[in-house]
């Protein structure tokens, strides 16, 4: 790889550790492909520090990201910052398998894919152990007392630190945790002002439109009853309420018809912050301490979530519900 690639500097991370968290499935090389190149060793290396120069030193991987080579480019740049493994925090996920037995998908979380795949993931990473292992999607074969087999044998290794599961519901956390020896200690899971079911779950219990909403009622409540973090992917929505535009005109927090993204402007404007500040302040608002995995490659787009934390910290109810409600496109009940 090219001397060219500008690498982070290694230094001691702040403590607690950021409530943000980098999102990893963004860099590499091409999906489906084992190789990357110079140029994306490059962008890797630029993303990783535009992340630590807002103070985010977590990073979230998995194993099926772009083919695996997300892993390897951060494994290389890790390689060329020496000291720089000890100040960062990495999580990767295991249970998609991708293109296999002629499957575009299938989930395995037998205790040998696990195992295997933990060792994969720690050898292109180049490191000898995670911080957290998440079990990525719910294996409808799996057996949780294998599951928990395969776990103690990582914890006993020191390969992982912690364990964790995404997607899951307070029902499969809890299964599982019957047969594990220390608490799952966290749950990702898609969370944004555009998947705001998690919101309408709980606002629409005894209510007829209830009955429509997907998001298994009662996560965020068990994971705060456990204090497995909640994570948010894909906590931008892909940009949809945070892409350059006019703000609204109305002088109206609630103008009559305005949408959401139209109430992000000029929040954003009025504050003095950008567009994506205000999308994270709107999901950090949250009581459940909702810790978003933002994955841009960009390093702009990276710098702009930087002042999520305090937006959420300044946002009033009046403004969390204004954009709740044009979210829905709907009063609430």
Not at 36 to 43: G, H, M, T, V
Not at 242 to 270: F, K, N
Request: negative net charge.
């Amino acid at each position: 790889m090219p001397a060219s690639a500008q690498h982070p500097t290694a230094t001691q991370p702040s403590s607690p550790r950021s409530r943000l968290i980098y999102g990893c499935m963004g860099l590499g090389g091409a999906w489906g492909s084992s190789e990357y190149s110079a140029e994306d060793l490059d962008r890797a290396a630029a993303a990783i520090e535009a992340a630590q120069g807002i103070g985010i030193d977590r990073f979230d991987h998995a194993d099926i990201y772009r083919g695996g080579t997300s892993e390897s480019v951060f494994g290389e740049v890790l390689a060329r910052s020496e000291g720089l493994r000890e100040t960062l925090w990495i999580q990767s996920k295991v249970g998609i398998r991708l293109g296999e037995a002629g499957l575009d998908a299938y989930y395995d979380l037998s205790e040998a894919a696990i195992l295997d795949r933990v060792r994969g993931i720690l050898k292109r990473l180049r490191t000898d152990y995670l911080d957290q292992l998440l079990l990525h999607r719910p294996d409808p074969l799996a057996d949780p007392a294998e599951v928990g087999r395969a776990v103690v044998r990582l914890l006993e290794e020191g390969t992982i630190r912690a364990v964790g599961v995404s997607n899951f519901s307070a029902a499969q956390m809890a299964a599982l945790q019957d047969h594990l020896p220390v608490p799952l200690a966290a749950n990702q899971l898609e969370l944004s002002l555009a998947r705001h079911d998690f919101v309408d779950s709980g606002v629409l219990v005894n209510h007829p439109e209830g009955v429509g909403t997907s998001f298994p009622h009662g996560t965020l409540e068990h994971c705060a009853r456990t204090g497995a973090e909640v994570q948010a992917w894909s906590p931008l929505a892909g940009g949809r309420f945070s892409r350059t535009g006019p703000a609204a005109d109305d002088a109206g927090l609630v103008a009559p018809g305005a949408t959401a993204a139209e109430l992000v402007a000029r929040l954003a404007d009025g504050k003095g912050v950008t567009r994506e500040a205000v999308v994270l302040g709107w999901l950090m608002r949250h009581p459940a301490r909702i810790a978003p995995v933002i994955g841009s490659a960009t390093p702009e787009r990276i710098r702009a979530c930087a002042e999520g934390e305090a937006v959420a910290a300044a946002m009033t109810r009046p403004e969390w519900y204004a954009l709740f409600t044009a979210a829905r496109d709907r009063r609430v009940p």
